[in-house]
T-cell receptor, first 114, second 112 residues
Framework: GENVEQHPSTLSVQEGDSAVIKCTYS??????FPWYKQELGKGPQLIID?????GEKKDQRIAVTLNKTAKHFSLHITETQPEDSAVYFC?????????????FGTGTRLQVTL | ETGVTQSPTHLIKTRGQQVTLRCSSQ?????VSWYQQALGQGPQFIFQ???????GRGNFPPRFSGLQFPNYSSELNVNALELDDSALYLC???????????FGPGTRLTVL
């Protein structure tokens, strides 16, 4: 089955700096890659996603890049703010038969310091 | 538009008991997926329901079962609870099977 690896597990940046989180996946059949932000005591919130026919997508301070050949995808947050502090999960969707299953990475705890 | 809701928020059970967790899908969504998230880990896929039928399952034993109702709300049932079942249980809904999944706030289950 699909396996998603995520690095780093923790990341501390100063306010205004950029943060980059990297993921790799194993199954070349995966075709959709969402990123979720999870704050303490809450469910994961979708922040950006990318499909396999696109190499890059940007939404204000957040961007995601995808390299299908290398099976890598990354999240870039620019001009970080304290409210960006949370756990971020990458995920890959693979559709097997009639179901679409999200496989998550292990998460990155991002701390933005003043 | 109402998002995905789950009940209860927290639940404490003892080993061997049974539990039912509930999820209301986002309006217009016909697919519901359930995930288990242990502390400090990413969510793990339990199963998915589409139009009241289970259409995919992860590596969870049969004592994890579910239902989806005609209004697309869903239940997760866990029998013979074990200590390792303590986790955050997340429900996610999507407009169709292959679409983006939107998560509810989760139910925190503690098994003593």
């Amino acid at each position: 089955g699909e396996n998603v690896e995520q690095h780093p597990s923790t990341l501390s940046v100063q306010e205004g700096d950029s943060a980059v989180i990297k993921c790799t996946y194993s199954d070349s059949a995966s075709n959709y890659f969402p990123w979720y932000k999870q704050e303490l005591g809450k469910g994961p919130q979708l922040i950006i996603d990318i499909r396999s026919n696109v190499g890059e997508k940007k939404d204000q301070r957040i961007a995601v890049t995808l390299n299908k050949t290398a099976k890598h995808f990354s999240l870039h947050i620019t001009e970080t703010q304290p409210e960006d502090s949370a756990v971020y999960f990458c995920a890959a969707i693979i559709t097997t038969g009639t179901a679409s299953k999200l496989t998550f990475g292990t998460g990155t705890r991002l701390q933005v310091t003043l | 538009e109402t998002g995905v809701t789950q009940s209860p928020t927290h639940l404490i059970k003892t080993r061997g008991q049974q539990v039912t967790l509930r999820c209301s899908s986002q309006s217009g969504h016909n697919t519901v997926s359930w995930y288990q998230q242990a502390l400090g880990q990413g969510p793990q896929f339990i199963f998915q329901y589409y139009r009241e039928e289970e259409n995919g399952r992860g590596n969870f034993p049969p004592r994890f079962s579910g239902l989806q109702f005609p209004n697309y709300s869903s239940e997760l049932n866990v029998n013979a609870l074990e200590l390792d079942d303590s986790a955050l249980y997340l429900c996610a809904s999507s407009p169709q099977v292959r679409d983006t999944q939107y998560f509810g706030p989760g139910t925190r289950l503690t098994v003593l």
